[in-house]
Every structure is written in structure tokens, then in C-alpha cells.
């Protein structure tokens, strides 16, 4: 089935560590997103990429890095510069300017 | 950026009942997107809709661009109904980035 993956479900997060999460769609998608949602609130975008190999910050990305080696999949690091990581985070693909579709989610939280 | 109002924040109603969610949008939009957010944080699609109205069984929803403004409608309410609501809107200017509004959180009880 098509769809969008995101591992893992849970992960945790020592002091001073990177972490990384995984997103892969296999709808052929061209644009790929990362949002966040802290408890009450809606999703802000982190990062978003419209093309492979190309990708643009949103409105909250420091202390966040990504890539985008294949249309299939789009990372996103938390780095241990981001002071406050503890959040659910959301992937979502779209056909350019399309209805967004997502992930189940990926629950962070520090050790 | 774009602001994006929900209203109300909380709904809580019984079974049966219906309901109508409210979004309020600052700027012109280029499409708006309403999703359910499950108990379990599965953010699912129930509407693609730039303008116009659409149905799909007991949910409706109407968006009136040019007032900026869109309605979800909620028909003979289920405990399954149960979750948050959310409006997310693409302003066209950067293709296919979202801006969300917080959410109405629907309890629907037996």
C-alpha cells in the first residue's frame, strides 16, 4: 500500500545528543514537509523540500537539520542545539501545491 | 505569517448532535485543508477545499475565499468523532507550505 513511514514511534533523547528521524513515502511525491506539535497546539513547520537535493527552513528550524538525497525519503535531525526537542513530529508529502497527506508521528522525549 | 483562527477551542456534545466548526483566515489563500487528529495523533484528510462546498457522508465543509472564512459541519455526531479538528491553509506565495490554526477539540460522548 502507499503511504507514508515514519520510525520510530517513540525515541529518546540523552543530553548532548543528535538524534535522527526517519520519513519515507512511497507515493511518488515530489515535495516532502516536517512539522512539530507541541501538547494544545497545532503543527509548525520545521522544514520542507520541493525537490530532491533541495529544501528550505520554515518557521522553526534552528536546532534542526535535514536532507534530501532521494524523493523517497527526507531525515530530520535533532540536534542538541535544540534546547526543548520534546515534541510529536509529523511528515507529510504532497504533489506540488497539493493535499498534504502524513505520517503516524514520531513522540520525542529527553532522558 | 498567515493567521489562522479555530472556533470554538473545545466542543463537547452527545451523540447525535451536530456541530459546525469555524476557521478564519487573515490573507487570500491558494487551498485549505481540514484534518482529524485521532487520540492516537494520526492526522487524517477529510477535506481539500480552495472554495465551494464538498461532502463526504455525515461531514460537510464550505469555504468562502473571498470572506476568508470556512465551515466543517458535523452531522449526527459519533463517539468516533472524537479528537481535534484542525484547518491548515497554503498561502500559494511559497507552494505547498501549511499554516495551522490550534485545533477545536471535539469530545463526542454515548
Known amino acids: 500500500d502507499g503511504g507514508i513511514t515514519q520510525s520510530p514511534k517513540y525515541l529518546f533523547r540523552k543530553e548532548g545528543q543528535n538524534v535522527t528521524l526517519s520519513c519515507e513515502q512511497n507515493l511518488n511525491h515530489d515535495a516532502m514537509y516536517w512539522y512539530r506539535q507541541d501538547p494544545g497546539q497545532g503543527l509548525r513547520l520545521i522544514y520542507y523540500?520541493?525537490?530532491?537535493?533541495?529544501?528550505q527552513k520554515g518557521d522553526i528550524a534552528e536546532g534542526y537539520s535535514v536532507s534530501r538525497e532521494k524523493k523517497e525519503s527526507f531525515p530530520l535531525t535533532v540536534t542538541s542545539a535544540q534546547k526543548n526537542p520534546t515534541a510529536f513530529y509529523l511528515c507529510?508529502?504532497?504533489?506540488?501545491?497539493?493535499?498534504?497527506?502524513f505520517g503516524d508521528g514520531t513522540r520525542l522525549s529527553i532522558l | 505569517g498567515i493567521q489562522v483562527e479555530q472556533s470554538p477551542p473545545d466542543l463537547i456534545l452527545q451523540e447525535g448532535a451536530n456541530s459546525t466548526l469555524r476557521c478564519n483566515f487573515s490573507?487570500?489563500?491558494?487551498?485549505l485543508q481540514w484534518f482529524h487528529q485521532n487520540p492516537w495523533g494520526q492526522l487524517i484528510n477529510l477535506f481539500y477545499i480552495p472554495s465551494g462546498t464538498k461532502q463526504n457522508g455525515r461531514l460537510s465543509a464550505t469555504t468562502v475565499a473571498t470572506e476568508r472564512y470556512s465551515l466543517l459541519y458535523i452531522s449526527s455526531s459519533q463517539t468516533t468523532d472524537s479528537g481535534v479538528y484542525f484547518c491548515?491553509?497554503?498561502?500559494?506565495?511559497?507552494?505547498?507550505?501549511?499554516?495551522f490554526g490550534r485545533g477545536t477539540q471535539l469530545t463526542v460522548w454515548p
Open positions: 490573507d487570500s489563500v491558494n487551498n
Open positions: 523540500s520541493q525537490i530532491v537535493n533541495d529544501f
Open positions: 507529510a508529502s504532497s504533489v506540488s501545491a497539493g493535499p498534504q497527506h
Open positions: 491548515a491553509v497554503d498561502r500559494g506565495s511559497t507552494l505547498g507550505r501549511l499554516y
